[in-house]
């Protein structure tokens, strides 16, 4: 996840004192990843772009309860320091309670993703008092848009009005998007609604190709359209870093979002280019396998949610820790490898170590090979700094 306020508030302090921010240093010791769980497959909507392909059904085999705990313990001993609890809906997940009131007593950062649809006044309390630290409710557009794509009339009004009970309990919410070119047009009308509604955050999602984004991968938006709303994203960004407004903007799922940024920024506070390429790198892209952690409803351990045909041990047969630790698995020592060992136009791109080699799942999910280049990258060769082949072979003859 890139956090681009972040980025931006550094750029805006530099502007105003003539010397770039000096960075919080990082915790030392190993690095533990966020885990996003997903306490069910169960939900009440049907949406186009779901990674878990869930439906409003029951799902055999999910985990009780006491497992739930037992793995809590273990995340907690091992170090981890936050939770997303996920699904499909995670409301419809019998032990989300409890398993949140103990993720609190053990000192998680505690999120929760939620569609929003379900949230009446006594959910809204009920999540209030377990102490959420962020709930993410998911957008797709504006009313029509987004009733489309959930497949369900009155999702919006739904989920506007959760939002707005939140809000008003005091609650940290924002607003997830995952753009499409079935839905872009809704995207700067999104934006809008934001700052209406007051949402403290914004995550603007790139489509992964995943459980029904897979499905849907031929409705990915084209790059100039990415491209449009990555700019439209930063302005927004700026404005807010700008005037010290307390919201985040962050996007995900491609991680060539942050060298954009660079290109961005560059182009305008030219002078803060080089202190900014540093942070960007410090960052380091695509944290799948590293920083970031799946364990779907049954117990399966994944790289990360875009990953779950992508098995790596189940907490039934071996502890979290354990499955996180053991290398033997090929695809989780190739994501923690550095350099990875990414190929093709991937493999020879100088501003790799900001990006990390971005999205590894699309690049599987088009050409079966986990380090061929990402066919998500909107970025051409020229603003990458790759040479073209026919200079290498010049060169080299």
Same mark, same amino acid.
């Given at each position: 996840?890139?956090?681009?306020?972040?980025?931006?508030?550094?750029?805006?302090?530099?502007?105003?004192?003539?010397?770039?921010?000096?960075?919080?240093?990082?915790?030392?010791?190993?690095?533990?990843?966020?885990?996003?769980?997903?306490?069910?497959?169960?939900?009440?909507?049907?949406?186009?772009?779901?990674?878990?392909?869930?439906?409003?059904?029951?799902?055999?085999?999910?985990?009780?309860?006491?497992?739930m705990?037992?793995?809590?313990?273990?995340?907690?001993?091992y170090?981890?320091?936050?939770?997303?609890?996920?699904?499909?809906?995670?409301?419809?997940?019998?032990?989300?309670?409890?398993?949140?009131?103990?993720?609190?007593?053990?000192?998680?950062?505690?999120?929760?993703?939620?569609?929003?649809t379900?949230?009446?006044?006594?959910?809204?309390?009920?999540?209030?008092?377990?102490?959420?630290?962020?709930?993410?409710?998911?957008?797709?557009?504006?009313? &029509?848009?987004?009733?489309?794509?959930?497949?369900?009339?009155?999702?919006?009004?739904?989920?506007?009005?959760?939002?707005?009970?939140?809000?008003?309990?005091?609650?940290?919410?924002?607003?997830?998007?995952?753009?499409?070119?079935?839905?872009?047009?809704?995207?700067?009308?999104?934006?809008?609604?934001?700052?209406?509604?007051r949402?403290g955050?914004?995550?603007?999602?790139?489509?992964?190709?995943?459980?029904?984004?897979?499905?849907?991968?031929?409705?990915?938006?084209?790059?100039?359209?990415?491209?449009?709303?990555?700019?439209?994203?930063?302005?927004?960004?700026?404005?807010?870093?700008?005037?010290?407004?307390?919201?985040?903007?962050?996007?995900?799922?491609?991680d060539?979002?942050?060298?954009?940024?660079?290109?961005?920024?560059?182009?305008?506070?030219?002078?803060?280019?080089?202190?900014?390429?540093e942070?960007?790198?410090?960052?380091?892209?695509?944290?799948?396998?590293?920083?970031?952690?799946?364990?779907?409803?049954?117990?399966?351990v994944?790289?990360?949610?875009?990953?779950?045909?992508?098995?790596?041990?189940?907490?039934?047969?071996?502890?979290?820790?354990?499955?996180?630790?053991?290398?033997?698995?090929?695809?989780?020592?190739?994501?923690?490898?550095?350099?990875?060992?990414?190929?093709?136009?991937?493999?020879?791109?100088? &501003? &790799?170590?900001?990006?990390?080699?971005?999205?590894?799942?699309?690049?599987?999910r088009?050409?079966?090979?986990?380090? &061929?280049?990402?066919?998500?990258?909107?970025?051409?060769?020229?603003?990458?700094?790759?040479?073209?082949?026919?200079?290498?072979?010049?060169?080299?003859?």
């Open positions: 996840m890139l956090r681009i306020t972040q980025y931006l508030r550094e750029i805006a302090e530099a502007e105003r004192t003539g010397r770039y921010p000096v960075p919080a240093r990082r915790p030392a010791g190993p690095r533990r990843p966020v885990v996003i769980w997903n306490l069910t497959r169960r939900c009440n909507l049907t949406c186009k772009h779901c990674y878990a392909a869930s439906a409003d059904h029951a799902y055999p085999g999910e985990l009780t309860q006491d497992e705990l037992a793995v809590l313990a273990d995340l907690k001993a170090g981890v320091p936050a939770l997303i609890l996920s699904g499909g809906e995670p409301l419809l997940a019998p032990a989300l309670w409890p398993v949140a009131a103990r993720a609190r007593e053990l000192g998680f950062h505690l999120g929760l993703s939620t569609n929003g379900l949230i009446d006044d006594a959910m809204a309390r009920r999540i209030a008092d377990h102490g959420f630290d962020y709930v993410g409710i998911s957008l797709d557009g504006l009313r &029509a848009t987004h009733d489309r794509f959930r497949r369900q009339e009155g999702a919006f009004d739904a989920s506007l009005a959760a939002l707005r009970r939140l809000r008003g309990l005091g609650v940290s919410v924002g607003l997830r998007y995952t753009m499409t070119d079935l839905n872009a047009d809704d995207f700067p009308a999104l934006l809008a609604l934001m700052r209406q509604e949402a955050k914004f995550y603007f999602s790139h489509l992964n190709y995943a459980g029904r984004g897979h499905i849907h991968r031929a409705r990915d938006a084209r790059f100039l359209a990415t491209r449009v709303a990555m700019e439209q994203l930063f302005d927004e960004a700026w404005l807010a870093a700008w005037h010290g407004e307390p919201v985040e903007y962050v996007s995900g799922n491609n060539a979002d942050g060298v954009f940024l660079h290109r961005w920024a560059g182009a305008r506070w030219p002078r803060w280019q080089a202190p900014l390429r942070r960007l790198a410090a960052w380091g892209g695509n944290a799948s396998g590293v920083g970031v952690a799946n364990i779907d409803n049954l117990g399966r994944h790289p990360d949610t875009m990953w779950w045909h992508h098995d790596l041990g189940g907490v039934r047969e071996r502890p979290f820790s354990a499955i996180w630790e053991d290398r033997s698995d090929p695809l989780l020592d190739g994501l923690r490898r550095v350099p990875r060992p990414l190929k093709g136009r991937c493999g020879a791109c100088p &501003a &790799a170590d900001i990006c990390n080699g971005n999205t590894r799942v699309r690049a599987h088009v050409s079966g090979d986990p380090w &061929a280049e990402d066919p998500g990258c909107y970025l051409d060769d020229d603003e990458l700094g790759l040479v073209p082949a026919s200079e290498v072979l010049h060169e080299t003859a």
